[in-house]
């Protein structure tokens, strides 16, 4: 499956340091040209006793830069007018880190950030180092440094004793969330995502096919986007704010507590398929072997509470046969977007939806996360409209 070519038309300078994590870098590149990035490669010296530059020319297709010559590379890449939209150092070492916030230009990598934050491209720092060596006070200010000027820096994993290089995907999403525009900038989004499960007795659940997939793209393209994300859901997703829920009762205080606590929200995106009922629970294991009556109570709707106390502008989510019906009544209790689908939708990769908002409606299909990407384009334009 391809995957959605949110990097098309941009270029993208991966600079290589010495870490042991450079061996990452031929996942990593494959990663932004699969999303559609062409990629220029610079490494350091040191990087170049890690892993060869022919690996890396091969993975991105380009002559690897070693040197600076007297072709000016930083400038042509990195300069002002310079055809990079974006700086990514991965993995970057503690002495290129630090050299960098102290504006020495040493190896072309260190020239090539001085270069870029001087003519303001988006610089994205992702450290790979020994912990104790991520703990130095002196690099503890060259970090504060660096994101004072404007740099990224992504938090390494620690584990083993070691500040290894962030996952792929994170990294990936951190990229482009910088070279996107970031229409949500400075906008707090709060999705509710995937099944909830209500349990029957100590052992069995009542749940629905809802994979949570529709919840994770829409949330993953509204980080893209530059919005602060938190989603209410059972699963973890990466550079996402995440609150774990796991019952309607659950998904419901979490959302009220998160709401409270910041004083409402941007933009209310309810995609979970949050339960309608639940069953009033039997205590410890329902015997098998016979027939057995469950007696299902209504739930109150999560949806109406947060329209009404905090109107936020909200993009419901509605299985709906017929569009002329509940899914208008949405519309006019305070939903700013309404999705309708299919049963036969949940839990596929696939969908198809009708996006209804007022003005009218239109049916956009594909992957799930061209589903989403769609969605919040609709979003931006109607929120631009609105607020």
């Known amino acids: 499956m391809t995957p959605v070519q949110t990097l098309a038309g941009k270029q993208v300078v991966v600079a290589v340091t010495g870490s042991i994590a450079a061996v990452e870098a031929v996942k990593l590149i494959h990663a932004l040209r699969r999303r559609g990035a062409v990629v220029q490669v610079v490494m350091s010296n040191a990087a170049t006793g890690i892993i060869t530059p022919d690996a890396l020319t091969y993975a991105s297709g380009r002559p690897v830069i070693t040197r600076i010559s007297g072709l000016v590379e930083h400038v042509t890449y990195c300069g002002d007018g310079g055809s990079a939209d974006l700086l990514l150092i991965a993995p970057c070492t503690a002495n290129t880190l630090s050299k960098i916030a102290c504006g ?178 039997k205590e410890g294991k329902i015997s098998s072997g016979k027939p057995v009556s469950l007696e299902l109570l209504p739930l109150p709707k999560l949806l109406d509470n947060v329209v009404k106390s905090y109107a936020p502008f909200t993009v419901a989510f509605k299985i709906e046969r017929s569009p002329e019906t509940k899914a208008k009544s949405l519309i006019r209790q305070g939903a700013s977007i309404v999705l309708m689908n299919d049963p036969k939708t949940m839990g596929s990769r696939d969908g198809e939806y009708e996006l209804l908002r007022k003005g009218g409606s239109f049916r956009i299909a594909g992957t799930k996360e061209e589903i989403a990407e769609k969605i919040w384009k609709e979003v931006v334009l109607t929120f631009e409209r609105t607020s």
Not at 140 to 164: F, H, Q, S
Request: glycine share 8%; with cysteine.
């Open 104 to 281: 020495i230009d040493d190896t072309p990598v260190t020239t090539c950030a001085t270069t870029a934050l001087g003519s303001g491209i988006p610089v994205l720092i992702v450290p790979a180092m020994h912990h104790s060596m991520f703990r130095h006070p002196a690099l503890v200010e060259n970090i504060t440094k660096l994101r004072g000027w404007g740099c990224g820096i992504l938090a390494p994993r620690i584990e083993e004793g070691k500040a290894k290089i962030a996952d792929i995907d994170e990294i990936l999403l951190w990229s482009e969330r910088a070279v996107m525009g970031r229409p949500l900038k400075g906008k707090r989004v709060l999705i509710t995502s995937g099944p909830c499960r209500e349990p029957v007795d100590d052992v069995r659940v009542l749940t629905t096919r809802s994979s949570g997939q529709m919840g994770r793209e829409l949330a993953l393209q509204a980080f893209r986007l530059g919005a602060a994300v938190t989603v209410v859901h059972r699963d973890i997703f990466p550079c996402i704010d995440n609150l774990s829920a796991d019952t309607a009762d659950e998904m419901r205080d979490a959302v009220l507590q998160h709401l409270a606590k910041h004083g409402g929200t941007d933009i209310y995106v309810s995609a979970a398929a949050i339960s309608d009922f639940a069953p009033r629970k």
